[in-house]
T-cell receptor, first 118, second 117 residues
């Protein structure tokens, strides 16, 4: 079975500083994808960044980057130059095409609440 | 603008009552999903559908039912058999892509908060 672990229930970061949100995953599959989503207090889930298990380079999207360490099964999200609008819940999720009831099913972690301090 | 519309935003259910949550998308996505989110928890999959007139149970399907009569619509019914329905419900959709390695993300609606009266 697939599992996502986010060990930081809450994090604080000073505005304009960088922050790393941890995510470890467990799967026996060789092919999988990792996603990060942001959930503001309003509730909607916003897709941030994707990393495929066969991607050799770490994914980047603007201020977001993914520190992918395959051997350690970790996919940490790095947010550079934090802004007040970054305060939200952040969820790591995994998709394993050859496992589970559906090849497009996502397994989510419990999330990390990030608070950006002015 | 393309997107996913969930309604209502807030919903209250009486004991023994079935309620239906609406989800409509105009992204032309083949796949649609329903998730449940409890406080302090991640999302758990209730049902998903990859094609019209077909859907599959997720991890916590008991007490819920769905239909997929149109590509754009995937309503969720919370039945009276669901004894603890109070939660935040999120609908999502995604393109299936040309490969199972597709990096197509799931796109989410704004959610419905369901409470028991």
């Amino acid at each position: 079975a697939q599992k996502i672990t986010q060990t930081q229930p809450g994090m604080f970061v000073q505005e304009k500083e960088a922050v790393t949100l941890d995510c470890t995953y467990d799967t026996s599959d060789q092919s999988y994808g990792l996603f990060w989503y942001k959930q503001p207090s309003s509730g909607e889930m916003i897709f941030l960044i994707y990393q495929g298990s066969y991607d050799e380079q770490n994914a980047t999207e603007g201020r977001y980057s993914l520190n992918f360490q395959k051997a350690r099964k970790s996919a940490n999200l790095v947010i550079s130059a934090s802004q007040l609008g970054d305060s939200a819940m952040y969820f790591c999720a995994m998709r394993c095409p050859y496992s589970g009831a559906g090849s497009y099913q996502l397994t989510f972690g419990k999330g990390t609440k990030l608070s950006v301090i002015p | 603008d393309g997107g996913i519309t969930q309604s209502p935003k807030y919903l209250f259910r009486k004991e023994g009552q079935n309620v239906t949550l609406s989800c409509e998308q105009n992204l032309n996505h083949d796949a649609m999903y329903w998730y449940r989110q409890d406080p302090g928890q991640g999302l758990r999959l209730i049902y998903y559908s990859q094609i019209v007139n077909d859907f599959q149970k997720g991890d916590i399907a008991e007490g819920y039912s769905v239909s997929r009569e149109k590509k754009e619509s995937f309503p969720l019914t919370v039945t009276s058999a669901q004894k603890n329905p109070t939660a935040f419900y999120l609908c999502a959709s995604s393109a299936l892509g040309t490969s199972i390695y597709s990096n197509q993300p799931q796109h989410f609606g704004d959610g419905t908060r369901l409470s028991i009266l």
